[in-house]
């Protein structure tokens, strides 16, 4: 069957390979035109880049999260991505802020371009992420909140809670998240609300 590429599958920049047999709608032609992408066409045979391939994330957790952090990393191998891992490297008590911090710094630094953090529930370490500024931390329980935080928010960090999520329900959620793009668009300027926010209240 022939891959079709819709809007929905035009990054924000830069370039999308697809398969050399394609169907691309108008719709997604006129879209990567606007946003200056440039659609490559693969050789036959060859398979298009995962969104995230190449791409370096941070990732770490608490007590809480370390046992699904472990069992995610074989992910980011086959999505080809270099990974980070600030920790912890075993399961005893160590607290969620720190973590996060690490993680976060890693990103505003320029060291990863993406983070992820797994402690019980997800929630303190996204609140803690978020103080740091240039960082949009979400937490996402579905392929649905996933798609939304990138898609919507250019979301940099995914939080998740280790004790509330089973192994594939997490699964799913990494893997949506991390393959899909920013929409851009209308979206863009939203965000930069966000940021302008930020630059409002920073010390």
Not at 96 to 124: H, N, S, T
Not at 125 to 150: E, F, H, V
Not at 190 to 200: D, N, T
């Amino acid at each position: 069957m022939r891959a079709v590429i819709t809007e929905e599958d035009i990054p924000a920049s830069g370039d999308l390979r697809i398969p050399a047999d394609a169907i691309i709608t108008p719709s997604a032609r006129d879209l990567a035109r606007d946003r200056g992408v440039r659609l490559i066409e693969l050789p036959k045979g060859s398979q298009p880049d995962s969104a995230a391939a190449g791409k370096t994330i941070a990732i770490g957790s608490d007590h809480g999260g370390f046992r699904l952090k472990e069992r995610l990393k074989p992910i980011f191998a086959e999505l080809k991505l270099t990974l980070i891992d600030v920790g912890v490297t075993e399961e005893k008590p160590a607290d969620y802020p720190d973590i996060a911090e690490q993680v976060a710094l890693r990103i505003v630094e320029g060291k990863a371009e993406r983070g992820v953090i797994v402690d019980g529930a997800g929630i303190g370490s996204a609140m803690a992420a978020n103080k740091i500024p240039g960082i949009r931390a979400a937490l996402c329980y579905d392929r649905a909140s996933a798609r939304n935080s990138r898609e919507h928010n250019n979301a940099n960090v995914l939080t998740l809670g280790g004790r509330l999520l089973t192994e594939s329900q997490a699964e799913e959620v990494l893997r949506t998240w991390l393959e899909t793009p920013f929409a851009g668009g209308r979206h863009q300027a939203r965000v930069q609300k966000i940021s302008e926010i930020e630059k409002r209240y920073a010390k």
